[in-house]
C-alpha cells in the first residue's frame, strides 16, 4: 500500500496528511475512531446473529 499515496479528500493533494495522519485534527482522530468501533460492534452483531441462526440469546 506504500506504493499508492492517501489523498486528502478536502483539497485533493496527495501525501498532505503526514505519517499516521499527523496533519489531521483531533475531530478526525476521535471521528474515525467511533466509526471504527460502530463498524467492529455492528459486524460482531451481525456474525452472532448468523452464527446462532437468528437467535438473539448469544448477542443480548
Do not use: C, E
Request: hydrophobic fraction near 45%; aromatic fraction near 8%.
Amino acid at each position: 500500500m506504500a506504493v499508492i499515496p492517501s489523498t486528502d479528500p478536502a483539497t485533493g493533494v496527495a501525501g498532505g496528511q503526514g505519517l499516521a495522519y499527523k496533519n489531521y485534527g483531533a475531530l478526525d482522530v476521535a471521528t474515525t475512531l467511533v466509526r471504527h468501533l460502530a463498524f467492529g460492534l455492528s459486524a460482531a452483531i451481525l456474525y452472532g446473529l448468523l452464527q446462532s441462526h437468528g437467535g438473539t440469546g448469544l448477542i443480548f
